[in-house]
């Protein structure tokens, strides 16, 4: 058996990614990409019948995803969003994960209690770094790196790394 | 020219606790101005002695609280101010900025070496409001402007917070206790990890972190909700709910100081010259 993972996206724009946009325009106006997409990002693992247990738990838990304002696909094992087209664009995932996190502890309990058969719940935020067409993919995940991991006060923004870990999954083409 | 230190209180888009952080300065005879985050001429051309980055949700807590403030530009004045030794005070969502813009506990300048992470509590998660106590540690009542008065009591203060778990890397565990200016503690001042002894999971059960020199300090728990001894609840014990109990008997209780009260009254005294 495996993993599913989801990705929840706010049907109206994020705006977390608004003020990550403005934010890298104002202090890396050099480095900032394109465009810049949030979601968050849940993680089932094993799930006794699949998809089919996951949409169940989605449908009724509106914790999860509340139909009135967000809408939610399957990403498939390479992290791509299954409902996004080919657009020329470079663009580059990264998985922002606390490393202690309450809130995947409690939806596992959660689930667990309900008798949903899953072995637990992992929460992440899902950033995806949009870049035009002439930049190299190793270059775009350099840049992604230096703005995502805040190691000092003048770098980075999306992650601090004592309390959380960045996951660069394999480049993508879309 | 001044008649009165002059401590700066800096607003950022979401902060929600400027106006009383400003009363509690002057009601301890000291001057108060509050500066918006853009205002950073007006803020340097009136050379504040102190600085203070009061409570709430600076940028709506986007991203990761305080994450977005701590880039502004208004940062990097408080950050060299801070460099040539003047107080500055960061409060709940004031903490978060000071931790996110690397000056506390600041052992490699800028660099970014501990983090508020969200509240870690079994069965529970998210947002946590309700009373604490907590009590300093001896080397930051010696070196910390805002500590000078609290002496070796408990101190009750409100929290009310999401992210306001200290951690550190695993590099940095052995020096984190130099960096502890205020701890979690029972009403007797034993310290314990449990809840809610520790109500957010903190490591070393610390409630509030300073820099090198003690003159930064990031503390996540509200002393401003506290200044006055109304603010307490009846329920509090110790010295306080002592204090407390006999303001009331002595019809003095609409006028006494409470136990917040003890951070803004040492920064004056600290300006006086008597610490």
């Known amino acids: 058996m495996k993993d599913v993972s989801i990705i929840v996206s706010l049907k109206s724009p994020d705006p977390a990614a608004m003020t990550a946009m403005s934010t890298f325009r104002r202090i890396y106006p050099a480095k900032c990409p394109d465009n810049l997409l949030r979601y968050d990002h849940w993680r089932f693992m094993n799930p006794g019948q699949g998809t089919e247990t996951v949409s169940g738990i989605v449908s009724r838990y509106h914790d999860i995803v509340n139909p009135n304002k967000q809408t939610w696909s399957y990403i498939d094992e390479f992290n791509k969003p299954s409902d996004l087209s080919d657009d020329g664009m470079v663009w580059i995932d990264v998985l922002v994960t606390d490393r202690i996190d309450s809130v995947s502890e409690n939806w596992t309990a959660i689930l667990r209690r309900s008798s949903c058969e899953i072995d637990g719940v992992l929460c992440s935020v899902l950033w995806r770094f949009g870049f035009a067409s002439g930049i190299s993919c190793d270059d775009a995940r350099n840049r992604v790196l230096d703005l995502t991991a805040s190691t000092y006060r003048d770098h980075g923004l999306l992650a601090n790394p004592v309390s959380q870990k960045i996951d660069l999954p394999a480049p993508l083409r879309i | ?275």
């Not at chain 2, 506990?105 to 969200?118: C, D, H, N, S, V």
């Not at chain 2, 003690?214 to 728990?221: C, I």
Request: proline content about 6%.
């Open chain 2, 1 to 275: 020219m001044k008649s009165a230190p002059l401590v700066a209180v800096i607003q950022f888009p979401g902060s929600n606790c400027e106006y009383e952080t400003a009363r509690a300065v002057r009601s301890s005879g000291m001057d108060s101005c509050i500066y918006r985050w853009n205002q950073w001429r007006e803020l340097r051309d009136s050379q504040p002695d102190a600085y203070v980055l009061p409570g709430g949700f600076s940028f709506q807590d986007r991203i990761r609280a305080g994450a977005v403030a701590a880039k502004e530009r208004i940062m990097d004045l408080v950050f060299s101010e801070a460099a040539d030794g003047k107080p500055v005070l960061g409060i709940c969502n004031g903490a978060q900025i000071l931790v996110e813009s690397g000056m506390v506990p600041g052992w490699e300048k800028g660099r970014i070496e501990t983090a508020l992470a969200a509240n870690h509590i079994s069965g529970r998660s998210g947002y946590l409001s309700g009373w604490i106590f907590l009590h300093t540690t001896t080397r930051a009542q010696q070196i910390c402007p805002w500590l000078g008065m609290t002496g070796n009591g408990v101190i009750p203060l409100p929290i009310a917070h999401a992210e306001g778990r200290f951690v550190f890397s695993e590099e940095n565990h052995y020096r984190a206790e130099s960096s502890a200016a205020l701890k979690y503690c029972d009403e007797k001042g034993i310290e314990s990890s449990d809840y809610p002894i520790n109500p957010n999971g903190s490591f070393l059960n610390l409630a509030g972190v300073m820099n090198e020199y003690g003159n930064v300090l990031a503390m996540m728990p509200h002393p401003e909700r506290a200044f006055w001894m109304w603010q307490l609840p009846p329920w509090i014990p110790g010295e306080w709910g002592d204090r407390r109990d006999e303001s009331l008997s002595s019809g003095s209780h609409a006028a006494a100081k409470g136990p917040g009260s003890v951070f803004f009254m040492s920064l004056a005294d600290y300006f006086r010259g008597e610490r």
